[in-house]
């Protein structure tokens, strides 16, 4: 389809938020992919598509990152072999299948973590130094190997998962773990993105300028992060998981979303 520049201003600002909020927990993409479709682009475009906006945004999160030595790269190296090999075969599954089913159970996930984070925040916040000095133990790559297979399929909501299993599996305290989120999607989303691109699921001229307002999103949100700590961090998930529950189940629109923020 043609753009115009009304697309493109919506695109870097629909954008910026995106990346502003994937940057600092996860849960953006639902915008992202509403506003695609809404471009009139099909849903497995949309997909594929905003998958070149989102590596965009991680380049710049995780070198932000790096600089101020909040990634542990030889533990997210290790689990990010499980995460590929489950976002390439949640890629080829989303080439086909509806959204609707995943959509459902994520709900059922945000709504457990956000009980998690309202009643038991000290699990979030705090290190804890027998799991980070421990190997990673076998079943959190079987977990991995699957939160990859949602990542793969669909994004959506991936940043809580991720930042659940390294919180609450590997140890994390959460501007950390949220670090290594940022990393380990950066390593699997090209490969899922070749994926889709193969099948031509791809708009790369819409994809290019939605990564605009992607990057100076995750720009700003990275700052926040390192500023502001984990405290900072949980309580924007609280809001956003509120936000992305209350978006999956139809009671808010991706518009009233925009305009929310």
């Known amino acids: 389809m043609d753009l115009t520049w009304v697309h493109a201003i919506i695109l870097i ?4 938020i995106v990346g502003f909020i994937n940057t600092l927990a996860g ?29 965009a945004q991680n380049i710049t ?6 600089r101020k030595k909040l990634i542990d790269w030889r533990k997210a190296f290790k689990i990010s072999i499980p995460v590929v090999a489950g976002a390439i075969i ?23 973590f956000a009980i998690s984070l309202i009643f038991q925040p000290n699990r979030w916040i705090k290190e804890r130094e027998e799991l980070l000095q421990a190997e990673i133990r076998p079943f959190m790559y079987v977990l991995f190997f699957f939160i990859g297979i949602y990542g793969g399929f669909i994004h959506v909501g991936i940043g ?3 930042l659940a299993a390294l919180v609450l599996g590997i140890g994390n305290e959460l501007v950390k773990a949220n670090a ?21 699921n791809v708009n790369w001229t819409f994809g290019l300028i939605h990564a ?12 926040f992060v390192i500023v ?23 009671f808010i629109t991706p518009e009233q979303i925009m305009i929310l923020f």
């Open 180 to 200: 290594m989120k940022n990393l380990l999607v950066l390593i699997y989303v090209p490969i899922s993105l070749v994926v889709f691109a193969l099948a031509g």
């Open 27 to 55: 849960g953006g993409t639902i915008i992202s992919l509403s506003v695609l479709m809404m471009m009139g682009l099909p849903p497995v475009v949309a997909n594929g598509t905003n998958r070149v906006a989102i590596i």
């Open 160 to 162: 809580y998962l991720f």
């Open 228 to 250: 502001k700590g984990a405290r900072f961090i949980r309580y924007i998930m609280i809001f956003l998981i509120f936000i992305v529950i209350l978006q999956l189940f139809g």
């Open 61 to 66: 999160a995780v070198i932000n990152f790096h």
């Open 212 to 223: 605009i307002g992607n990057v100076i999103g995750a720009q700003i949100a990275s700052h």
């Open 13 to 16: 600002c629909s954008g910026l």
């Open 90 to 112: 949640g890629a080829i599954i989303g080439n086909h299948v509806s959204n609707t089913f995943f959509n459902y159970v994520f709900g059922g996930i945000a709504v457990f």
